[in-house]
């Protein structure tokens, strides 16, 4: 059973980058709700038989997805919009092109923990660490069907 | 007032009026920028001020490439004018004479036939540089009549002093006094115009090149 | 603030008048070379975005106020005052096209720091009413929150613990005696929290002593943007006072252009005294924690990048070799742009163009001289070490459509970090 970070990466980084975008696909289904605008970017990282172009194409979707959600500078934040800048950056992560992917489900664990998060974040408390658990579950559900 | 007597006035009292207003002017316009002061400042610096002032007096004299090739027409049109304008006045042998009577001392100089090449050059490299500012959007856009009378003071004295040698127009001693009072004309309003960045220059050179001095900053 | 009115802002033109501007004033010759500097200009080609004309009223102002000839000029008739309709002219000019980048004082012949003198007009720009909303906003956020996206300490906070869980690392709030203050930037906080996860592990496995302060981690400087010295005063007195109560021997100023010429240069100048604590630049402590050994990497990008070089860190701050050394520790393809390193272009979005939505358009058309840059050089990757230029960076290869990824340096280095044996967990 994984209770930490550390099992968690170690679990995540063993798998290949296939496995890893379709267990990374979970993570962000869980939040996906902050941002429908990913749902094709995630259905392809979750689809083993996604081809490298259509997985560039889905990487282009969410990196404009990400760019039209981030808070401009010095404007007045808005963490909920900020919730889908980090869906998108999630997403982002996921269908980055072979090259470029260091860790696409760890990254995309990340960015979903902090989407969660924004939804509360002006009385952070300890439920934040419920998204982490919910991906332990994930993970370990995974591995387990494979 | 007879040829004789316009010359000798130009040489004379009229000379030491312009001399006058000039130096003064001078006095007066670095007056009026240094005594506005400078705050201290409280950041600690990570070069030396000092070598940054004198750095940027030398090094503002070049250009890098690419800004050059922007720039190519103004640049080189600018070197050959005031390189010219420099050898025309300085080098002269009748102008080291005045310079003598004024200072008590005077230098080398070349032959006249060679400053005379030079005269021309510089007052074809200041017609290039006239057309072009009326010709390129920005310079003409920023051009005030200030700019304009900077020009007309400055080629006069080259027209005059080339038409006098070569006899032209007037009689040489006509052209000659003419010479002379457009370079008193020249002198009075040196100070109120933009002539003056000739000793401003190395000011705003030392001020901006301190800063650079300061923030550590080599180009 | 009290009333802003003409009377207001002239007043605050002459005040901000010494003698460098006098001379500048003074020295410049109208060659226009200024104009083909600017980005603003060049990517843009409107003869009124030349910088020296961005400073027509208040040159007026000080031939008028300071100078025989002006006093006399505006008796006759021949030099007129100027006027609230001017000033609201010249708003678009003084902010909209100008980043504050600093390349047309260094080109200029003459020697003009026309740069410092759009600084100070803008003093008298805010104190006349004709500062743009974006930034008025930004700074009344900055003064009332602390931040001028408003974001607050629990933000940061949540941010902390996220990043406590999933690295194991410990992130120090309000360390008495630590070497090391490290600020950020809102930008940070909100679009690139791992700035922080990298600055943290880098910090700790070099076994150097720092915290966060709870009472202030906002290192830029809405003030200096606007151009209100009150302002700026206020915002950076803070980062004072938090360095002098954890009693710090350094604040480091996170990777945000702006932000560090507020702390590093004005900083002093506005509180009016020197600090009791060293300030530098991320990107410099990386380098000494380097030249000391305390920064080891391993292995290397396989991609050709290049270097954006930040205006403010690099042709204002002075640093200019830091990033490089850095780079060329984990990456073996590293080119340089035409005009690198203190040449180098501004991304166009700096000295407040960001948060100014009139400036929309114009920030993306300066964007094009970047984007000349990059198509001569053909990279696959774009570094640079400030997070405003990340943004417009990313924004501008989107519009153009340009596939480059931009990273940031600090994190490229956490990633090729040698954890060091004695080094704190």
Known sequence: MITQDTDFKQALDKLGLVQQRRVGA????????????????????????????????????????????????????????QAGYFVARAATALVAPDKQAKSPAWEAAVNARMARTCGHIDASDESMHEESEAQYRLLEQFLNDI | ?????????????????????????????????????????????????????LREIFRRFGTDKATFQRSMLTIVAGYVFHIGLFVVIFLLAAHVEVFKSVFGFGWPHLSTPVVDAFAVITMLALVVLLIHRLQHPVKRFLSSPGDYVAWVVTFVPLLTGYMAYHHLLLSPQMMLG??????????IVFPFTKLMHTFTVFLSRWYNGASMGLRGVKS | MSTLTLERGINAFKAQIDAPMASFFSSCVSCGMCAEACLFYTENPEPRFTPIYKLEPLRRVWEQEYTLIGKLKAKLGLSKPVTDAELAEWQELVYNNCSLCGRCTLICPVGNDITYMIRKMREGMVASGHAPEGLIGA???????????????????????????????????????????????????????????????????????????????????????????????????????????????????????????????????????????????????????????????????????????????????????????????????????????????????????????????????????????????????????????????????????????????????????????????
């Open chain 2, 178 to 187: 003419l010479h002379i009072l457009s370079v008193e004309v020249l002198l």
């Open chain 1, 26 to 81: 979970a993570f962000v289904r869980n939040v996906l709700a902050l941002n429908p605008a990913v749902t094709k970017a995630v259905d392809a990282a979750a689809n083993e038989d996604t081809t490298a172009d259509e997985l560039a194409v889905a990487f282009k979707q969410a990196k404009a997805a990400a760019l039209d959600s981030h808070t401009r500078c010095g404007s007045d934040s808005d963490w909920q919009a």
């Open chain 3, 139 to 425: 700074s009344t956020r900055a003064v009332q929150i602390g931040s001028p996206m408003g974001v607050k300490l629990p933000a940061l906070q949540a941010q902390v613990r996220h990043l406590e869980k999933s690295s194991g690392l410990e992130v120090p709030f309000d360390k008495e005696g630590a070497e090391y203050l490290l600020m950020l930037s809102s930008m940070e906080i909100m679009n690139y929290p791992e700035y922080l996860g990298a600055v943290a592990k880098i910090l700790t496995n070099a076994g150097k002593t720092w915290t966060l302060s709870s009472e202030c981690f906002e290192a830029t400087n809405s003030g200096i943007q606007i151009g209100s010295s009150d302002i700026a005063r206020e915002l950076v007195s803070r980062v004072v006072a938090a360095a002098e109560k954890l009693k710090v021997k350094t604040v480091i100023s996170p990777e945000c252009g702006h932000a560090y010429t507020a702390l590093r240069w004005d900083g002093p100048n506005l509180i009016g005294r020197p600090y009791t604590f060293a300030a530098k630049h991320i990107v410099e402590v990386l380098d000494e924690l380097r030249a000391e050994g305390l920064l080891q990497t391993e292995g290397f990008e396989e991609s050709k990048l290049t270097f954006h070089d930040p205006c403010q860190l690099v042709r204002r701050g002075g640093v200019v070799e830091q990033p490089r050394n850095l780079l060329n520790m984990v990456a073996k393809n590293f080119v340089e742009m035409a005009d690198h390193g203190t040449l180098n272009w501004c991304c166009g979005a700096g000295g407040g163009v960001s948060a100014n939505e009139d400036a929309e358009e114009v920030k993306m058309k300066a964007f094009q001289r970047k984007k000349k840059q990059l198509d001569e050089l053909h990279v696959d990757t774009l570094v640079t070490a400030c997070a405003n230029c990340r943004i417009q960076l990313e924004e501008g290869m989107e519009v153009n459509q340009m596939d480059i990824p931009v990273l940031g340096l600090t994190e490229m280095i956490a990633e090729h970090l040698v954890e060091r044996k004695g080094g704190a967990a």
């Open chain 2, 1 to 53: 007032m007879n040829e004789v007597e316009f010359l000798q006035w130009v040489k004379g009292p009229a000379f030491s009026i312009a001399l006058f207003i000039f130096v003064a002017g001078l006095v007066l316009r670095l007056f009026e920028i240094l005594s506005l002061g400078r705050k201290v400042n409280y950041a600690v610096p990570k070069g030396d001020p000092m070598q940054g002032g």
